[in-house]
């Protein structure tokens, strides 16, 4: 990337891991370093916030929802959405264990990569994985209660975003989070200096400066929702340098 990047707006320079021909051993790498990253600098965190805030909102001894998933007490269906490695998942599903909440937790990601290392770091029958494009997938009567994202939404078009914001709305049977990157000088030499130094992986070298070019402010995101129709949302900015917007549905949407 030559000379001083442009804040001003979103980049849409496509990063490395969405071509289709990166090995399976870069794919790896770049997982495992990408857990490490949102486990120091508090993404994991923010996703904890996220579904926190939406199982707050359940009543976990009597749910029994319009489209949610039929359960014993204390069990929730947790989907994200370009799940990568499962890592997320992992963390999430462990933190309701300790709150003595049974996940059902399923991953879809369109690179089969990605699931294959998915599949490697969960026991078998852990968690459902599904290699698809997430627009392909369909629920039926089997709403997961809570579908989220992470790192996935700055891969994409506004206009791809607004149709991403009404499936995850459609899908949801209590509510959806997304933990994404705020786009912002400091953040982008903080991560590009970050990667050089410590970082093993060229995807993750390439890719992490570039995602936070590949960034929201504050009013794209609520331009975003607003054309997509989303009402009912929390939108709150979060350290260091993320969005975590929660959406709540009631109970006629």
Same mark, same amino acid.
């Given at each position: 990337m030559a000379g001083k990047p442009d804040f001003s707006h979103r980049s849409f320079e496509k990063e490395l891991l969405d071509r289709d021909d990166i090995p399976f051993e870069d794919i790896r790498l770049n997982m495992s370093e990408l857990d490490t990253i949102n486990a120091w600098l508090g993404g994991h965190a923010i996703s904890i916030m996220g579904i926190r805030d939406l199982i707050s909102a359940? %009543? $976990?001894?009597? $749910?029994r929802g319009e489209g949610a998933m039929r359960r014993d007490p204390r069990r929730i !269906? &947790?989907? =994200? #959405?370009?799940?990568g490695g499962g890592d997320n998942l992992r963390v999430l599903s462990?933190?309701?264990?300790? /709150? @003595? #909440? !049974? &996940?059902?937790?399923?991953?879809? %990601?369109?690179?089969?990569?990605c699931i294959t290392v998915a599949q490697q770091q969960w026991k078998e029958? =852990?968690? /459902? *994985? #599904? @290699?698809?494009?997430?627009? =392909? &997938? =369909?629920?039926?009567?089997?709403?997961?209660?809570? #579908?989220? !994202? !992470?790192l996935f939404c700055h891969h994409f078009s506004d206009e791809q975003l607004v149709d991403m914001l009404r499936w995850?709305? /459609?899908?949801?049977?209590?509510? *959806?989070?997304?933990? %994404?990157?705020?786009? @912002?000088?400091l953040a982008w030499n903080s991560i590009r200096l970050l990667t050089r130094l410590f970082s093993r992986s060229y995807l993750v070298k390439n890719d992490a400066p570039l995602s936070v070019l590949r960034g929201f402010s504050r009013r794209e995101w609520e331009s975003i929702l607003q054309?997509?129709?989303?009402?009912?949302?929390?939108?709150? *900015?979060k350290w260091a340098f993320r969005w975590l917007v929660v959406r709540k549905?009631?109970? @006629?949407?």
């Open positions: 359940m %009543d $976990l001894h009597s $749910l !269906s &947790v989907c =994200e #959405i370009g799940c462990r933190r309701c264990r300790r /709150r @003595h #909440i !049974s &996940v059902n937790a399923i991953g879809i %990601d369109n690179n089969a990569h029958g =852990e968690a /459902r *994985w #599904i @290699h698809s494009d997430y627009r =392909e &997938v =369909e629920f039926g009567d089997n709403k997961p209660d809570i #579908i989220f !994202s !992470s995850m709305d /459609r899908n949801a049977g209590t509510g *959806w989070f997304i933990n %994404d990157l705020h786009r @912002h000088p054309t997509a129709d989303i009402g009912g949302y929390t939108l709150q *900015w549905k009631g109970p @006629h949407n």
